[in-house]
């Protein structure tokens, strides 16, 4: 299994900008569906972006379309979120996480998590 650990989050005030980097282990790591999930306190985990192993199909929340872009590079097995003007309300734990099986779009099919990066927006 591959192997995942986030970087990159911090405090920022609102309509500031951050970059999370999620490093992953395995020489397989580009065949992988990729994603950017978070959670809130006392509020179930959401997805925010996902990416297929190639990157040429995203998909984006709602809430974050226009305002956050994700990116893999496959030479160094690393996926990215550039955050940009950045409301107190994308507060929340984001984590990193992988899937092979189905659709990239569906959450349900991401089966692997990094720890974690907390990102707080004030």
């Known amino acids: 299994h591959v192997q995942l650990v986030e970087s990159g989050g911090g405090s920022v005030q609102a309509g500031g900008s951050l970059r999370l980097s999620c490093a992953a282990s395995?020489?397989?790591?580009?065949?992988?569906?990729m994603g950017w999930f978070r959670q809130a306190p006392g509020k179930g985990r959401e997805v925010v972006a996902t990416i297929y192993p190639g990157g040429g199909g995203k998909g984006y929340a709602d809430s974050v379309r226009g305002r956050f872009t994700i990116s893999r590079d496959n030479s160094n097995n690393t996926l990215y979120l550039q955050m940009n003007s950045l409301t107190p309300e994308d507060t929340a734990m984001y984590y990193c996480?992988?899937?092979?099986?189905?659709?990239?779009?569906?959450?349900?099919?991401?089966?692997?998590w990094g720890q974690g990066t907390q990102v707080t927006v004030s």
């Open positions: 996480a992988a899937g092979r099986r189905g659709s990239c779009y569906a959450s349900g099919n991401y089966n692997v």
């Open positions: 395995a020489y397989t790591y580009s065949s992988y569906c």
